[in-house]
């Protein structure tokens, strides 16, 4: 009987534990996807920088910068230049999430 409770608790133990880590890694995504589209600069004023601050008592810091072209860049008259978006997002429990996208914004004279 000591076996199966023992058993039991472990059971219960694990089962809490990966319950309150699924409640952190959903707590960090809903704070990184409100950063993203809330919290971003508009299309047109998106520059290269490094901002950091706090919402939902979570830490933040999202870098913004030219994106790797690839072996084929886009042509000359293209309208549109890839920016890159780093968004790295600390909860209070210090788990953490890093997105990263490409943010299309018009080139400059168009």
């Given at each position: 009987?000591a076996?199966?409770?023992?058993?039991?608790?472990?059971?219960?133990?694990?089962?809490?534990?990966?319950?309150?880590?699924?409640?952190?890694?959903?707590?960090?995504?809903?704070?990184?996807?409100?950063?993203?589209?809330?919290?971003?600069?508009?299309?047109?004023?998106?520059?290269?920088s490094?901002?950091?601050?706090?919402?939902?008592?979570?830490?933040?810091?999202?870098?913004?910068?030219?994106?790797a072209?690839a072996?084929?860049p886009a042509?000359?008259?293209?309208?549109?230049?890839?920016?890159?978006?780093?968004?790295?997002?600390?909860?209070?429990?210090?788990?953490?999430?890093?997105?990263?996208?490409?943010?299309?914004?018009?080139?400059?004279?168009?």
């Open positions: 009987m076996v199966t409770l023992a058993a039991i608790g472990r059971l219960v133990g694990s089962t809490l534990r990966g319950a309150r880590q699924m409640e952190q890694r959903v707590s960090l995504i809903q704070a990184a996807n409100s950063l993203l589209f809330n919290g971003m600069p508009a299309r047109d004023s998106l520059m290269a490094e901002t950091e601050g706090e919402a939902w008592g979570h830490r933040w810091r999202m870098r913004v910068g030219p994106a072209v072996p084929n042509p000359e008259n293209s309208r549109w230049t890839p920016t890159r978006v780093d968004l790295l997002v600390k909860g209070p429990s210090g788990a953490a999430i890093r997105l990263q996208t490409i943010r299309l914004q018009r080139a400059s004279g168009q």
